[in-house]
């Protein structure tokens, strides 16, 4: 009987370490107004699900926002990252037209053709990509029954162009303008228990709309799930 028993433990344990299971990562970006969000968090006790469930009440009532809810699926102790991305490209360098030195190449036109080529001539350009990032990495730990997970997300959106220098020509407007984009960003490392909502971060969003327009924080809820297991063994 104990040789049996100890078998049936060791071969428990052996398939034990064959299996691994996918963990699914979900994120919430949830907004409202600064008092609201004063009244959510004032109680010191409350945890992450019951927060989580308020905040869905007040958006429900309106006095809340969803802004962003984000997916992401791998394997236990693995990284994975996903991006609904938009890449827009501006003008960062401005010179002048430079025209080659050859003793039988014509000579350029005035300048005066070209208007102020300070202005009219772009040298280098460069690409900012706007929308959502998430990068996870989940490992579970079975013997507390929680889960490790390293999270970067990241939202970025353009806010206006910002005007630099007013040039106008018989071409028409090729003034100076360079975007500015907001970024709300947060990198962390937590535990955390399988299917419940966590409370991680409270987000100062940027805005330029005059006074009196409402300070506004977005709170990011995160949970984590574990969806399957696989073998590893092939």
């Known amino acids: 009987m104990k040789v049996s028993f100890l078998m049936w433990l060791t071969c428990g344990i052996c398939a034990a370490d064959t ?10 970006f949830i907004g409202m107004a600064h008092p609201v969000m004063t009244e959510l968090l004032k109680d010191p006790e409350a945890g992450g699900a019951a927060l989580h469930a308020k905040a869905m009440a007040l958006a429900k009532q309106g006095k809340a926002e969803i802004v962003e809810t984000c997916v992401l699926t791998c394997r236990s102790g693995e990284g994975a990252s996903a991006g609904s991305l938009r890449e827009e490209i501006f003008p960062t360098e401005f010179g002048a037209l430079e025209f080659p030195d050859h003793s039988m190449t014509p000579a350029p036109p005035p300048v005066s053709a070209y208007g102020n080529p300070m202005h ?11 929308g959502v990032t998430l990068e996870i990495k ?26 630099w220098t007013e040039y106008k020509d018989q071409w028409g407007d090729a003034s100076r303008r360079m975007p500015v984009y907001e970024t709300c960003r947060t990198r962390i490392s937590l535990d955390l228990r399988p299917g419940k909502f966590q409370l991680v971060s409270a987000i100062t969003p940027r805005t330029d709309k005059p006074v009196p327009a409402a300070d506004r924080r ?13 073998s590893k063994s092939p």
Do not use: C
Not at 223 to 230: C, F, K, N, S
């Open 218 to 230: 977005i709170l990011l809820f995160v949970r984590a799930d574990v969806v399957g297991a696989v």
């Open 19 to 28: 299996l691994t299971s996918n963990v699914r990562v979900s994120l919430q």
């Open 138 to 163: 989940p490992t579970i730990d079975w013997k507390v029954k929680m889960i490790d997970l390293h999270l970067i997300s990241e939202i970025v959106r353009p806010l206006r162009f910002e005007t």
């Open 120 to 130: 009219r001539y772009i040298s280098a350009f460069e690409t900012r990509n706007a």
